[in-house]
Each structure stands twice: as structure tokens, then as C-alpha cells.
């Protein structure tokens, strides 16, 4: 019995469709599934109770979000974190990040303020009452919209792709609630800061917010 096997597989409930992307995730998260873990297929469906498509729909999703790394003639793993890696992309985000505080409170206007609290509050939202999966994806929505009050779509999209040079969020920096709660408030200072057009806390929370601090 190999170590996929050996775990508990989990619940189900006859006429349900697992939500094989988020159980992945779930065991990512709890060290079920450590860092380099191989991801076979047919171990992943008998672990979940479930079809080989709907394995392969969730592994490639986890891939987008670099979370699963799929390695050509090796299947799928565990996406394994490198610190040094990750600490030079943290530092290049607030290069390019807090450069930019100074637009995103130039050209932010009422409606863009109340757009950002809803997002915001998305994410304090799901944070009782979502997936993981969906948490992340709040998280991205946030951002990106912060990111594109700067006015300029190429930097957005840099910024995007360095954050994709390492395991995303959930991995990386949500191994407790109070730390994703945290996020949440940081959040909220930030808006707080554009609102009042102070740009040095907005600088300040941007640098914390990244670096977790």
C-alpha cells in the first residue's frame, strides 16, 4: 500500500460531486500531502471516490495556481517551496508595488474605494464561509484591482507573472486562520489609507502586506 492509499479517504455522499480540486488542496494545506508528494491518478481516485477526469480537471487547475507542478514523463507533484526563490520575489514585488502607491491614490475615485470594499469583504467573508480555493481567488481579485488603479496594464501583468514564480498564497502564507485573518485586515487598512490619500501608509502596509510581517 503505497502512501496515497494509506490515508482515509474522504467523505462522500452518494449523488454529490466531490470537489476533488478543493479536497486536494485540503490535504496540501494539512501536510497530508507534503511538498514533492508524486500525485498518481489512480491513487487520487480511489483516495476521493471518484473519476479519472474529474482528477485530471483538478490537477491541471492546481497547476494554474502553482500549487501542482506537472513535471513532462513524471507526472504531477506537490509544488516544493524555494525559499530563496520566494524571498527574491517577495522583495522585486515591493520594489514594484510600493512604487506604485502613489497612482493607485491619484486615480482611485469614490467607486473604485466601494469596489474595493466589496472585494474586501468578499474575502472577510469567505474566510468563515468558503473553500480555500475560493479565498485565493478573492485574494487575486483584490489585488488585481489595486494593482490596475495605477493605470498601467503591463506592469499588472508583470507583477501577475512574478507572483506566479512561486506556490501561491494558500500554501506559501495561509497555514493559519489568524493569519489569513490578518490578510483580511490588511486589506481593509489599505483601502482605509487610500481613502484618507495618505500615500506613505499605503506604502507601509503594501511592504507588511507582502512581506508578512
Not at 86 to 102: G, P, T
Not at 168 to 190: C, D, F, K, L, N
Request: hydrophobic share 40%; charged share 30%.
Amino acid at each position: 500500500m503505497n502512501s496515497l492509499e494509506a490515508e482515509a479517504a474522504a467523505p462522500s455522499h452518494e449523488g454529490e460531486t466531490p470537489d476533488v480540486t478543493e479536497l486536494i488542496l485540503q490535504d496540501i494545506l494539512a501536510g497530508r500531502l507534503p511538498p514533492g508528494t508524486w500525485l498518481k491518478q489512480i491513487d487520487l481516485e480511489r483516495r476521493y471516490n471518484c473519476t479519472r477526469p474529474q482528477v485530471r480537471r483538478a490537477l491541471d487547475r492546481l497547476v494554474q495556481k502553482r500549487l501542482v507542478e506537472h513535471i513532462p514523463n513524471r507526472g504531477y507533484h506537490v509544488h516544493e517551496q524555494d525559499g530563496r526563490r520566494a524571498q527574491e520575489v517577495s522583495d522585486i514585488r515591493v520594489i514594484l508595488e510600493v512604487a506604485i502607491s502613489d497612482r493607485i491614490v491619484a486615480n482611485a475615485g469614490d467607486a473604485d474605494i466601494a469596489n474595493l470594499r466589496m472585494l474586501a469583504s468578499r474575502f472577510d467573508d469567505l474566510v468563515l464561509n468558503g473553500t480555500m480555493l475560493e479565498l485565493y481567488e478573492a485574494n487575486l481579485a483584490f489585488h488585481r484591482y489595486l494593482l490596475e488603479l495605477a493605470g498601467n496594464q503591463e506592469l499588472v501583468e508583470l507583477i501577475t507573472e512574478i507572483r506566479q514564480r512561486t506556490s501561491s498564497a494558500p500554501v506559501s502564507q495561509w497555514r493559519t486562520r489568524a493569519r489569513i485573518e490578518q490578510s483580511g485586515r490588511e486589506h481593509q487598512q489599505m483601502i482605509d489609507a487610500i481613502e484618507k490619500r495618505d500615500v506613505d501608509v499605503l506604502k507601509e502596509l503594501t511592504r507588511r502586506h507582502i512581506l508578512q510581517t
